[in-house]
């Protein structure tokens, strides 16, 4: 069985990750990288989304969930 990993540039921190295309977290961005719901999605690192379900929690928000396999390979047919 085959699988297949996106090479990703986070939108935030800017370095390339590995992820699955099809479960990595992503955030809506305009041409200026400004978040807007309108605009294209763009993935978002582990260490990106640790850093701000760190900060959440010391908010008292609840953390931003993803898919255990978000980072990981995603199988081809």
Do not use: W
Not at 45 to 73: S, T, V
Request: aromatic residues 6%.
């Amino acid at each position: 069985m085959a699988s297949m990993t996106l090479l990703a540039q986070c939108i935030s921190c800017k370095q390339l990750f590995l992820c699955n295309a099809a479960l990595v977290p992503s955030i809506r961005v305009n041409d200026q990288g400004v978040p807007d719901p309108h605009g294209e999605r763009e993935p978002v690192c582990k260490a990106c989304i640790d850093m701000a379900n760190r900060f959440r929690q010391q908010q008292g928000l609840a953390p931003f969930r993803y898919h255990p396999d978000a980072y990981e390979g995603q199988e081809c047919p």
